[in-house]
């Protein structure tokens, strides 16, 4: 059974730092894109960053300059570190997997595998 579990998600005063993990089980996705997707109460889920099989990388511009994604291949793990957080990035953060893209993508129609997320709080 293929999983997707996120960790790292906390409670952190405005410009903190925050480091998210996604562990994956099940199979091995060193040639599918991975994804960060978040979503705030009210509001519909949003892309936030994506890295392809080749690293190349590719960032929402409300967080370009401030995340930055990276994957390790040998742990199937992905990573999401956060920098200069905003209480606007207060939102449920969401791994995602595609096993039909390479390459980075923000569309979430895309992803075929999906965490259940982790809760990251930013207060003013």
């Known amino acids: 059974q293929v999983q997707l579990v996120e960790s790292g998600g906390a409670l952190v005063q405005a410009g903190g730092s925050l480091r998210l993990s996604c562990a994956a089980s099940g199979r091995t996705f060193s040639t599918a894109a991975m994804g960060w997707f978040r979503q705030a109460p009210g509001k519909e889920r949003e892309f936030v960053a994506a890295?392809?099989?080749?690293?190349?990388?590719f960032y929402a511009e409300s967080v370009k300059g401030r995340f930055t994604i990276s994957r390790d291949n040998a742990k199937n793990t992905v990573a999401l570190q956060m920098d200069s957080l905003k209480p606007e990035d207060t939102a449920v953060y969401y791994c995602a997997a595609s096993t039909r893209y390479y390459s980075a993508t923000r569309h979430s129609g895309v992803y075929n595998y999906w965490g259940q997320g982790t809760q990251v709080t930013v207060s003013s």
């Open positions: 890295i392809g099989s080749s690293v190349s990388t």
